[in-house]
């Protein structure tokens, strides 16, 4: 009798344990799908330097893989960081101690409420984005570009709009207190129309803004303007709504 109990013991837990490999094994190719959604909504998201569309966006993460997420959203600084899929040891344990609880195969990564995949450290995501005026020292923020609210041009010319000027008040202000700070200034077109006619209104565009700046206080040795032209898109798509967003001023803090 004896050895018929421990036999059906040994029965037991080997199938137990080829169970739960057999789980790990599968769920380690499943992945996850993690949700990345700032506070601000609409943020154009990028994952390893790739367009994936407006937050909140649904990322299918693969353990062992590293990702890095950009937000980039007008008049706020862009932000970068990273999601890492890995398997968290407090789950592993967790499972262990339920899995032999219930006398079922012991899921190692997934969690028995929600099935989802407990591979990624929620901690990693960013949650909001800092608008370029809440900025408290620029030089927190350095090398990120942003845009700000209402800067426009007259159509197909390099002549800034009255209803422009308040905001780049707000801007030579920062400028005029942080005076250690340089500030580049880059114009950008869409691809629509001739390269050559794009080339020379993205740079006027930025020695507008440039003047501008001068005539507020700040000292044209910090200003650094240059035109792209249409070679640098946000988005790199044919349709109107990506010529929109690449048809922009943007600035970066520097030292």
């Known amino acids: 009798m004896k050895r018929i109990v421990k036999s059906t013991l040994l029965v037991a837990g080997t199938a137990l344990l080829l169970g739960s490999c057999a789980t790990l094994a599968k769920q380690h190719h499943k992945g996850q799908s993690v949700t990345l959604d700032p506070e601000q909504k609409g943020a154009l998201v990028f994952v390893n330097g790739e367009y994936k569309g407006k937050s909140p966006v649904v990322l299918d993460v693969k353990p062992k893989e590293k990702y890095e997420v950009t937000y980039l959203k007008k008049t706020y600084l862009s932000k970068t960081f990273n ?48 608008h370029w005026s809440k900025v408290e020292n620029p030089a927190d923020y350095l090398n990120q570009l942003f845009q700000i609210e209402d800067l426009y041009f007259e159509t197909g010319s390099a002549k800034i709009k009255t209803a422009s000027y308040a905001n780049l008040d707000k801007l030579a202000s920062i400028l005029n207190t942080y005076k250690e ?41 910090r ?33």
């Open 83 to 130: 999601v890492e899929s890995k398997i968290l040891k407090k789950w592993v344990i967790r499972d262990l101690f339920l899995g032999a609880g219930i006398g079922a195969p012991v899921t190692f990564l997934v969690d028995h409420a929600t099935g989802a995949w407990k591979g990624v450290d929620d901690r990693t995501i960013p949650k909001s984005l800092t």
């Open 181 to 221: 700070i340089k500030l580049g200034i880059h114009g950008h077109t869409d691809k629509t129309g001739s390269l050559d006619l794009n080339q020379k209104l993205s740079n006027d565009r930025a020695n507008s803004v440039k003047e501008y700046l001068i005539s507020k206080g700040v000292a044209a040795e």
């Open 223 to 255: 200003l650094a303007p240059e035109g792209h032209g249409p070679s640098l898109p946000v988005i790199n798509e044919d349709n109107e709504e990506a010529y929109k967003y690449n048809r922009r001023v943007e600035f970066e803090y520097k030292l």
